[in-house]
């Protein structure tokens, strides 16, 4: 579907960039923002035509019987119903789920993590860096020492 992959590469390109601060940048976010509310309307319009019709005759796990609420598109509604919400609406309900909130204590706390990970980098570097410098010291140190007791001899 041409128009639902050009919405979606508009919106990769948005997540694909780099720096924020652009005037191109704003200009993508701008681009894609303007699809949604044509999204929206593509999900109201199959969330119309799948509605409760009542109750319907149907196949069940449990065998053929009544079915207390059919999708009016779906199955054939009154003799071969199938359930509502049916797996369309299920879908869309799905994808449409409330993300995850997220707090601020997790964000503090995934911050700490990185500090910590970074402060390991960064002692690791120095003890590496300590080490050796203070192995050329004591070269340097004991090529000092060898030059002045070859003078003084
Ligand atoms: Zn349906």
């Given at each position: 579907m041409k128009a639902l992959d050009d919405i979606e590469a508009s919106w990769t390109r948005v997540t694909t960039?780099?720096?924020?601060?652009t005037p191109e940048y704003a200009e993508a976010v701008d681009e894609s923002v303007r699809d949604v509310p044509q999204l929206v309307k593509a999900l109201r319009a199959v969330l119309e035509l799948h509605v409760s019709d009542g109750e319907s005759q149907g196949y069940t796990p449990d065998g053929y019987r009544v079915i207390p609420s059919a999708c009016s598109?779906?199955?054939?509604?009154?003799?071969?119903g199938i359930p509502w919400p049916c797996a369309t609406v299920r879908a869309i309900e799905s994808a449409l789920a409330p993300r995850p909130q997220i707090t601020n204590e997790q964000v503090e706390a995934g911050a700490e993590g990185l500090w910590w990970s970074l402060s390991e980098v960064h002692n690791a570097a120095w003890e590496d860096l300590r080490d050796s410098t203070r192995a050329m010291y004591r070269r340097q140190a004991r090529a000092a020492l060898e030059a002045a007791a070859e003078v003084q001899r």
């Open positions: 960039m780099d720096d924020h601060g598109q779906c199955g054939t509604p009154g003799e071969y």
